[in-house]
């Protein structure tokens, strides 16, 4: 019997008062500011990630007698291919976690393009 008044006046008492940790009005508030702290997290990573690509890929117009790279592609698992630039000269190089291959020299007359696709299949 008492537990059964005990339970009708928690009942009462918690329906009848609002939370006091969280007012309607609130809500709302509190939802906007989630919402503007999110967005910052996201525009401050996006532009970490634009600095460190930035600072990773440098330009041939920086300073002259540095080896730059030129240009890099990831072939995944932690292996790339990496055009290394040595004032004129351009090297074609593989890189892995624990060595660096030179694959090849490339000329810099030479441009390279991307071959056309064949049509092989199709029907005249």
């Known amino acids: 019997m008492v537990t059964a008044e005990v339970d009708d006046f928690l009942i009462k008492c918690l329906a009848s008062n609002p939370s006091p940790l969280m007012p309607e009005g609130d809500t709302l508030w509190l939802w906007f500011r989630v ?8 525009i401050g990573g996006f532009l970490i990630s634009q600095y460190k ?5 440098n330009y041939p117009d920086s300073v002259k007698g540095k080896i730059l790279v030129a240009d890099s592609c990831p072939l995944g698992n932690r292996q790339f291919l990496v055009v290394a630039q040595y004032g004129l000269e351009k090297h074609l190089l593989g890189v892995s976690p624990g060595q660096v291959m030179h ?14 696709p064949n049509d092989s299949g199709s029907i005249d």
């Not at 919402?35 to 996201?42: C, I």
């Not at 690509?53 to 890929?57: L, Q, W």
């Not at 694959?103 to 056309?116: F, G, H, I, Q, R």
């Open 35 to 42: 919402v503007g702290f999110l967005g910052l997290l996201g």
């Open 53 to 57: 690509r930035k600072r990773i890929v």
């Open 103 to 116: 694959l090849a020299k490339l000329d810099s007359s030479e441009e390279v393009t991307s071959p056309e």
